[in-house]
């Protein structure tokens, strides 16, 4: 494979992962915004004695929320290692194709 046909497919590459890395940070954006609405409501329901087996619900919502959101955060930390990596590596190459 030529230098050249390298860079080409190491930008597209990073392209790529440009793209799910802000992605992921827009979904983690959302999961904790509606972690903490739900949150904030499950406090005023607790504040007027509402039903325990809708508070019950909330909390259990809120737990998969969580869940959601260490899943979505392990997803962007491997994402952001593969974009640095091929960063790194376009960096690289690019150095050696300007002193040819």
Known sequence: MTL???LDKA????VDLLARVKLS??????????KASLEARALEALSKNVNPSLINEVAEEIARLENLITAEEQVLS?????RDG???S???D???????
Do not use: F, P
């Open 25 to 34: 940070h827009d979904k983690l954006k959302d999961l904790r915004e509606r």
């Open 11 to 14: 930008g597209k590459s990073r």
């Open 90 to 92: 376009s960096y690289s």
């Open 86 to 88: 091929v960063e790194k």
């Open 78 to 82: 491997n994402l952001e290692v593969s």
């Open 94 to 100: 690019s150095a050696a194709y300007r002193s040819v």
């Open 4 to 6: 050249k046909l390298k």
